[in-house]
């Protein structure tokens, strides 16, 4: 045995257990009431949780957009991600013109091998079917390749990366005969660009009007749009970042008859409403969809109790504060996304830690369905053969959150001043400790590129 992790408490979907771990290598290989004899290293995790990594399945890690390129290399933005628990990451592979998809990923997998501190996965984003044939015919390369997701931009029309509902069509039928979900990012376009027009000419420029140039009936139209085409085409459907209670009803109304609809939200529609940006530092949260109203977010805790929606991730995209103060007296400027990856699971644990969900139910939205939904076979939960990706948590430890105890590049988070109740402690990646007390102690490039099998299957 090369480690045992003694005396813990087993977070499961299925409930809590006291055992011990052992592992042989890279992989979980016994998990007893006790385990004697002797490992490499012995760990003891009395008065521990004892949790899998948490798969987080939305990062824009040095992507370009809005003018710039996001602030988290995949170097930084892997080591923040084990040092918040996520031991595997999953990027957005953004295809441009006639680009191919395998090309498109195998450029960005070039870019985050060399740094990565954990183990990454890619969607691929399609933004144009300039060579549609080809591209279409690409997708069981890419499938084979381990790319079995690849998302549609129903909005970003000017930024060059929208999908219109003839492209969106055609990619959900030939997804399905692939076994590649299709990941949709859901707001009207042109309702968002003639709402801003009318800002803007009427002088409103403060972050307050990005949220109302995209509030809630903008993000429930689009959402109803793709439901529509999934129902009218039997294609699987995964809605990323789902931010209202308009969207949540379709996605529960879907789900009672029968369609395989996913939903992801994300820790910041959790926390916050659409009050932050009437605070003086309201740009810094400008992230589309934006944050909405109090009833949309309770509606989203509802729905993750209930199993409408069925992952929780980042869209870990952040930027600094320059280039946040691009948009200091126009909206329109302000590069959109926010930090998170190292947030995701101490939030999601400290709101079980509350008692707001289960302990088994938040490693159920941040790691094991993730997995599955992803065909990342060997991730997401502990149990034989599965790969050593673990976090000890410490339901005690209390945590603030703050830019000068993130492992990441930026200089600002929407999470500052954030308390939580309990953090983790450690982080093994595949067997390696990479993460002890504040301290990231693993080597960049030690994270692996991830071949995914089918998604779409819970
Ligand atoms: O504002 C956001 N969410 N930025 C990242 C790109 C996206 O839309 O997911
Ligand atoms: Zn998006
Ligand atoms: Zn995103």
């Known amino acids: 045995m090369d480690l045992i992790i003694k005396n813990g408490t087993l977070v499961t979907p299925l409930g809590l257990f006291h055992a ?15 385990i004697d004899g002797s490992a490499g290293q012995v760990v003891d995790a009395k008065g521990l949780y004892v949790l899998p990594g948490a798969v987080d399945v939305h990062t824009h890690l040095q992507m370009p957009f809005g003018g710039t390129v996001s602030a988290d290399s ?18 957005y592979a953004i295809q441009r013109g006639g680009k191919g998809i395998v090309q498109t990923v195998e450029e960005r997998r070039a870019l985050a091998e060399p740094g990565a501190c954990a183990d990454i996965a890619f969607h691929c984003a399609i933004t144009s079917l300039e060579k549609e044939g080809e591209l279409l015919n690409e997708f069981a390369a890419a499938a084979d390749y381990g790319v079995s997701s690849f998302k549609c931009f129903m909005v970003y029309k000017k930024e060059g990366m929208m999908v219109d509902d003839g492209m969106l069509m055609r990619i959900m039928e030939k997804a399905g005969e692939n076994g590649i979900l299709t990941n949709v990012h859901a707001e009207n376009p042109d309702a968002i660009d003639a709402r801003i027009a009318g800002f803007l000419a009427g002088g409103n420029t403060s972050p307050w009007y990005h949220y109302l140039s995209r509030p809630e009936f903008v993000e429930a139209e689009a959402v109803k749009r793709a439901v529509h085409w999934a129902k009218a085409l039997g294609a699987k459907l995964y809605i990323v970042h789902l931010a209202c209670k308009e969207g949540v009803e379709e996605v529960a109304k879907a789900k009672a008859e029968g369609h395989a609809v996913f939903a992801e939200t994300c820790p910041q529609y959790l926390e916050f409403t659409c009050d932050v940006y009437k605070r003086e530092d309201g740009r810094n949260f400008v992230c589309s969809p934006p944050m909405k109203g109090p ?36 909206f329109t400027k ?23 969900i289960s302990f088994p139910r938040a490693v159920q939205l941040c790691a094991e369905t993730p997995a599955k939904l992803f065909g990342c076979d060997s991730k997401g939960s502990i149990a034989v053969g599965k790969d050593a990706d673990i976090v000890l948590y410490d339901r005690n430890k209390d945590f603030t959150i703050s830019v000068k105890n993130m492992h990441s590049d930026y ?24 993460y002890d007390n504040g301290t990231y102690t693993g080597k960049p490039g030690q994270g692996r590129y991830i071949r995914r099998s089918e998604s779409g299957c819970l």
């Open 20 to 34: 011990d771990l052992g592992i042989v290598g890279e992989k979980i290989a016994v998990i007893a009431g006790k």
């Open 74 to 91: 995949y170097e930084a933005g892997t080591r923040a991600a084990v040092c918040g628990g996520v031991t595997t990451v999953f990027d």
């Open 295 to 330: 009833e949309s977010r309770e509606a989203l805790w509802k729905a993750l109790k209930l199993g409408v929606i069925d992952t929780v991730a980042t869209d870990h995209c952040p930027f600094t504060q320059a280039e946040k103060d691009w948009g200091k007296d126009n």
């Open 334 to 356: 302000i590069p959109n996304g926010c930090p998170g990856i190292e947030n995701l699971y101490p939030y999601m644990l400290s709101a079980a830690n509350a008692g707001r």
């Open 411 to 434: 200089d600002q988070t929407i999470w500052e001043g954030v308390a939580l109740k309990g953090y983790p402690v450690k982080t093994f990646l595949r067997g390696n400790l990479v």
